[in-house]
Every structure is written in structure tokens, then in C-alpha cells.
């Protein structure tokens, strides 16, 4: 159950650093997504297309939603006449036909790439080098009705704190290479997605614009 206080000062602390905080609501039931809404909370972060579709029905219109979990591309159709922002691009094919729908939609759909950070094998999302070979392509040749605006990322699940900064700090390093190297991104290349609930801390230290939260507003997930 959703304590007012712990909003309230996370969101403080948050905004303190400039940066978005985003509740990650996935499994839990629109009333619940309710109470933190009503407390002033506008932006949330589902990670399944159907959870996401279900909630968009029964909620305000005026919540921003954020896919952030990993995207198949025949269920791009079904978020894109309203989704706020996709963290989890992890693959030109993916991207090509998020524009695709976005065009038939008649819409720009904000994106964020995500790379792989962690040391865990499980986790999507561009390498390095894979990211900079993509930006080099995608920037001579971008694709219409996308809006490429940062890059999102996960550390490795671990309570080694100083792996985890090294992590975000090697995100983040990525992330100003990337803005300066490619400077047709801008003006919208400037989202840096990074920090859950047991790690926003640290990436909020080492620059995270944009932190998504879950079971710190919510509770735990049953
Ligand atoms: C679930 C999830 C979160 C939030 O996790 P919490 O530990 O509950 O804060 C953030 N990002 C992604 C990609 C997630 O799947």
C-alpha cells in the first residue's frame, strides 16, 4: 500500500536532482495506480504490453505511460497510438517498426536505446560497441517518426555498490560520448534513464536524469 510520505520525499529528492521520476507500477491494479496518481504522480512505467494496454483503458488520460521492459515487435502496434516513451529499443529491427506504426498512427513516438550494463547474461539491450556502430548508421539515415532521446539502462542486480557505480558511470560516460559525437540528435538526445528502487541512489550520483521506481512507491510485488 502507497505511503503518502515515501512519495513525497522521493519525489522531492528526485526533483531535487532535476531528475523524472517515473512509478513503476507493473503488476499492481488500477486502484492502487489510482492512490498515486491522486497524490500528484503523472508518469508510469509498465513492463507488458497487455498489462500496459488494460491500465491505458481504465486510467486518466492525462497519465504519461513508458513501456520498459523488453518489446516484441508484433505488439508495437498496439501501444503506439498513445505510449509516452519506450525505454527498452534494443535493436534497429525494432526501431524500424516502432516508425512504422508511428507513422500509420499518424504520430512521433519518443524512444529510448537501451544498452547492456550489468554482468548478468539476461538482460537486453545494445554493448557499447553495438550502440555506436547503430548511431553511426541510424544518424546518416534516420527514420521517420521516431524520436531518438537518450539511453536507458540496468545495473547488475549485485549489493556490490561499487560495481554498480562503475556501471551507471560507464553508462554515463556512453551517454556524453554520444552527444557530443552525434550532434544531429539533438535537440530532444537527453534523456539518461538509470536507478530503481534499490539503486537510484547511486545513479542518481552519477547522473541520472530519469529514475524508475516500483516497489519503493508501491510496496514489494507479491
Ligand atoms: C520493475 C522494473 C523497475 C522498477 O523496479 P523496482 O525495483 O520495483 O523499483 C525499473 N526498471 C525496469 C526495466 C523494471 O522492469
Not at 507493473?26 to 508518469?43: C, F, H, M, S, W
Request: net charge neutral.
Amino acid at each position: 500500500m502507497l505511503n503518502k510520505n515515501v512519495l513525497k520525499t522521493l519525489h522531492e529528492e528526485v526533483t531535487g536532482y532535476g531528475t523524472t521520476l517515473v512509478a513503476v507500477s507493473k503488476t499492481k491494479t488500477p486502484d492502487e495506480i489510482l492512490t498515486v496518481y491522486n497524490a500528484g504522480q503523472r508518469i508510469f512505467g509498465e513492463n507488458k504490453v497487455q498489462e500496459l494496454l488494460l491500465k491505458y483503458e481504465q486510467l486518466p488520460k492525462d497519465i504519461e505511460w513508458h513501456l520498459i521492459g523488453h518489446l516484441q515487435t508484433n505488439k508495437v502496434k498496439y501501444i503506439a497510438p498513445f505510449v509516452g516513451l519506450i525505454h527498452s529499443v534494443d535493436s534497429e529491427k525494432l526501431l524500424q517498426v516502432i516508425s512504422r506504426e508511428a507513422v500509420k498512427c499518424n504520430r512521433v513516438i519518443p524512444c529510448l536505446l537501451q544498452v547492456h550494463i550489468a554482468e548478468e547474461e539476461t538482460k537486453f539491450g545494445f554493448s557499447e560497441q553495438e550502440l555506436l556502430t547503430f548511431l553511426a548508421h541510424y544518424t546518416a539515415k534516420p527514420l521517420p517518426n521516431v524520436l531518438l532521446c537518450g539511453l536507458m539502462g540496468m545495473a547488475t542486480f549485485t549489493q556490490n555498490t561499487e560495481q554498480i557505480h562503475k556501471e551507471f558511470a560507464q553508462l554515463a560516460a556512453l551517454f556524453k560520448r554520444v552527444v557530443q559525437q552525434y550532434v544531429n540528435l539533438q535537440p530532444h538526445f537527453k534523456v539518461l534513464s538509470m536507478g530503481m528502487s534499490a539503486d537510484y541512489r547511486i545513479a542518481l550520483e552519477e547522473g541520472s536524469n530519469m529514475v524508475r521506481i516500483g516497489s519503493l512507491i508501491f510496496g514489494e510485488r507479491g
